[in-house]
């Protein structure tokens, strides 16, 4: 189980050494991280949380989205366990608009009820103990305050397809994916009330001309009132919660 951990680590600290874009400092695709950072934009202007706000975000990679809240006006801390990822944030963000803290998640370096949101996004995909990551991010929320954590949609199709062939090939899971019924148990365990369930769609990388149709409000509306539709086609997915008082 640590062992999973230890090769993600070394990952993500290499990714930070080697890699030029930002988005491949965090292991997405171009395409996966610019579908997030519009997502995000979309989502947290329906986030309630004061106007000038405490914001966590674990697993912050290159700083993108701390970058961008920071802008808005919030007090922001960015927090990785990879110093290379940590250095590619900090020399991207000149200003220092956000703030950095090398730290692991399992471990935060924080009081209890600081945040008044915290943010986890790619990150339990690279862990072996998600509910303690999970208990870890309840900690630091205020009463009432709010929780956006992404997981890896083990009911997608090409990802059951490929599980099959780990299994089949006896090979382990490079990433970890789950099922949002999982997550959501995981986290009202640990007293985040489950808000609402948002899919991140990406096209396939061998088709990736139909992005095209995913940015149609009309095809993201027929996906969400399929029965089943979003379980079966979001790549991943983001569960929006609140703590309970």
Same mark, same amino acid.
């Given at each position: 189980?640590?062992?999973?951990?230890?090769?993600?680590?070394?990952?993500?600290?290499?990714?930070?050494? &080697?890699?030029?874009?930002?988005?491949?400092?965090?292991?997405?695709?171009?395409?996966?991280? %610019?579908?997030?950072?519009?997502?995000?934009?979309?989502?947290?202007?329906?986030?309630?949380?004061?106007?000038?706000?405490?914001?966590?975000?674990?697993?912050?990679?290159?700083? &993108?989205?701390?970058?961008?809240?920071?802008?808005?006006?919030? %007090?922001?801390?960015?927090?990785?366990?990879?110093?290379?990822?940590?250095?590619?944030?900090?020399?991207?963000?000149?200003?220092?608009?956000?703030?950095?803290?090398?730290?692991?998640?399992?471990?935060?370096?924080?009081?209890?009820?600081?945040?008044?949101?915290?943010?986890?996004?790619?990150?339990?995909?690279?862990?072996?103990?998600?509910?303690?990551?999970?208990?870890?991010?309840?900690?630091?929320?205020?009463?009432?305050?709010?929780?956006?954590?992404?997981?890896?949609?083990?009911?997608?199709?090409?990802?059951?397809?490929?599980?099959?062939?780990?299994?089949?090939?006896?090979?382990?899971?490079?990433?970890?994916?789950?099922?949002?019924?999982?997550?959501?148990?995981?986290?009202?365990?640990?007293?985040?009330?489950?808000?609402?369930?948002?899919?991140?769609?990406?096209?396939?990388?061998?088709?990736?001309?139909?992005?095209?149709?995913?940015?149609?409000?009309?095809?993201?509306?027929?996906?969400?009132?399929?029965?089943?539709?979003?379980?079966?086609?979001?790549?991943?997915?983001?569960?929006?919660?609140?703590?309970? &008082?």
């Amino acid at each position: 189980m640590r062992a999973f951990d230890s090769e993600w680590r070394a990952r993500f600290e290499r990714f930070g050494r &080697t890699h030029a874009g930002e988005h491949e400092v965090s292991g997405w695709s171009a395409e996966g991280l %610019s579908r997030r950072f519009r997502l995000l934009q979309e989502l947290f202007v329906q986030l309630p949380i004061p106007g000038r706000a405490q914001i966590l975000e674990l697993g912050c990679g290159a700083g &993108t989205y701390v970058r961008y809240l920071a802008g808005l006006g919030h %007090s922001v801390v960015g927090v990785d366990y990879s110093l290379p990822s940590l250095q590619r944030a900090v020399s991207a963000d000149p200003g220092q608009k956000g703030r950095y803290v090398a730290a692991d998640g399992y471990a935060l370096p924080f009081e209890r009820g600081a945040f008044d949101l915290v943010i986890c996004i790619g990150v339990l995909q690279a862990v072996s103990r998600p509910r303690e990551l999970i208990v870890e991010v309840s900690r630091v929320l205020r009463p009432e305050g709010v929780a956006v954590v992404e997981a890896l949609n083990s009911l997608e199709l090409p990802a059951m397809v490929r599980r099959l062939g780990q299994i089949l090939a006896s090979r382990p899971a490079r990433v970890r994916a789950y099922s949002p019924f999982r997550v959501r148990r995981w986290l009202e365990a640990g007293e985040i009330r489950f808000h609402r369930q948002v899919g991140v769609y990406l096209p396939p990388r061998p088709f990736p001309g139909l992005g095209r149709l995913l940015d149609r409000p009309a095809v993201m509306r027929a996906l969400d009132a399929i029965p089943g539709g979003s379980l079966i086609m979001a790549h991943a997915f983001w569960l929006v919660g609140q703590k309970s &008082t």
